[in-house]
């Protein structure tokens, strides 16, 4: 690969992809024109994202990362699509678009060390392939910062695609495709990683002569995350796993309400059977999970945003009280999770409720069967 990339006379960002640009310094690709592009230059976005940590945003949309990988999927000769382990999901957009390809498409499920501990010998596997519907010999897991696990990933993508393959790396942001990228291939140094969600904004192709293939890195499905066009940049990178995600155990009964941090808030309505139900509840490490009951929510999310809720900070929360709210209710019993998704999910591992879900109204979450069991939580 050459660095920074050329394409029809023009330069492309090693760090995010983007075209180089000179006219708009807030746009992403901008560099001063009193600066000479050449191999080590970076794009003034990724200049301060790498030195300063200060993230930026970018506009893209989930139409526009599939146009890119239709794109790409004419010269590919199959795809590695990749999974948070902490936030385990189907993309429909991406199902559609591969659907008939007809090309190898293999599945890593990076982060699994972050959820390993929690489950009972034999049951994370079998788990995982159950929710994103592929048999266990489909997928392998592993940590991208992880050398032995990614050396282990690199060899067996190695016995699934013949050498000098052209390979895409697909998946939702902040699922580990650029982190494995460089873990993987010495020639992607530049490539830049960030927790910033939305960093890769246009596909970034490596040449590896290690692999003797190629990969191309394509920016992340941004609807997994529904906080993308919400938060801002810090509340962005706060919000996402680290290396210990929270976990609460614990009994509700009607009347008590869980706070998911300051985004969204679950109450218990009813309980047909008994006084209590017993919950676990699981997020990202600094997204804070608080009980109280449900006439005390707003004072707190008031008081203490950016404090004991520090996700999301002062000036998010003005943002989200300015956006319509609503409740919707939905049943839980023993065995299922209510996903919420990039705040995390709540399983019910003993009894049964009817719980009431309050968030922005562009929210939405989902019901599934239980990702860590509840044997598996109890026993913890």
Not at 136 to 153: E, G, Q, W
Not at 272 to 297: K, M, S
Not at 309 to 315: A, D, E, M
Request: charged share 25%; net charge positive; with cysteine.
């Amino acid at each position: 690969m050459n660095n920074p990339e050329e394409n029809d006379g023009g330069a492309f960002c090693p760090g995010c992809g983007v075209l180089f640009q000179r006219e708009n310094p807030d746009a992403p690709g901008f560099v001063p024109a009193s600066l000479e592009i050449g191999d080590g230059t970076i794009c003034r976005r990724c200049f301060r994202l790498v030195h300063y940590r200060q993230a930026t945003k970018a506009p893209l949309s989930d139409d526009h990362v599939c146009r890119m990988i239709r794109d790409e999927m004419e010269r590919a000769d199959g795809a590695i699509v990749f999974v948070d382990a902490f936030q385990p999901d189907r993309n429909p957009a991406m199902d559609r678009l591969l659907k008939g390809w007809g090309k190898p498409i293999l599945t890593v499920i990076n982060k699994f060390d972050m959820i390993s501990e929690w489950f009972r010998s034999g049951t994370a596997l079998r788990r995982l392939a159950d929710i994103l519907e592929i048999p266990k010999d489909h997928f392998i897991t592993m940590n991208a910062l992880d050398h032995a696990s990614v050396k282990k990933a690199t060899t067996w993508i190695e016995r699934r695609f013949h050498p000098g393959a052209r390979i895409l790396l697909i998946g939702p942001v902040n699922s580990g495709k650029t982190t494995f990228l460089r873990s993987a291939c010495t020639e992607a140094h530049r490539v830049l990683r960030s927790p910033m969600p939305g960093t890769t904004l246009r596909p970034v192709t490596i040449s590896s002569a290690q692999l003797g293939m190629t990969l191309v890195d394509i920016p992340g499905f941004r609807s997994d995350d529904p906080w993308i066009p919400i938060l801002c940049p810090e509340c962005l990178v706060n919000l996402q796993p680290g290396k210990k995600p929270n976990r609460l155990t614990t009994s509700l009964k009607t009347g008590d309400s869980l706070l998911f941090g300051g985004l969204v808030s679950v109450e218990v309505l009813d309980i047909p059977r008994g006084d209590r139900v017993g919950i676990a509840a699981f997020t990202p490490e600094r997204l804070v999970l608080h009980r109280t009951r449900a006439d005390r929510v707003e004072e707190l999310l008031d008081r203490h945003a950016g404090g004991l809720l520090k996700i999301p900070c002062p000036g998010c929360r003005r943002t989200l009280k300015e956006i319509p709210w609503s409740r919707s209710e939905t049943p839980l019993s023993k065995g299922r999770d209510l996903v919420m998704p990039g705040c995390g999910w709540m399983t019910v591992w003993q009894g049964e409720a009817l719980f009431s879900v309050h968030a922005p109204d562009f929210f939405g979450y989902r019901i599934r069967t239980a990702l860590i069991g509840g044997d598996d939580v109890h026993e913890c």
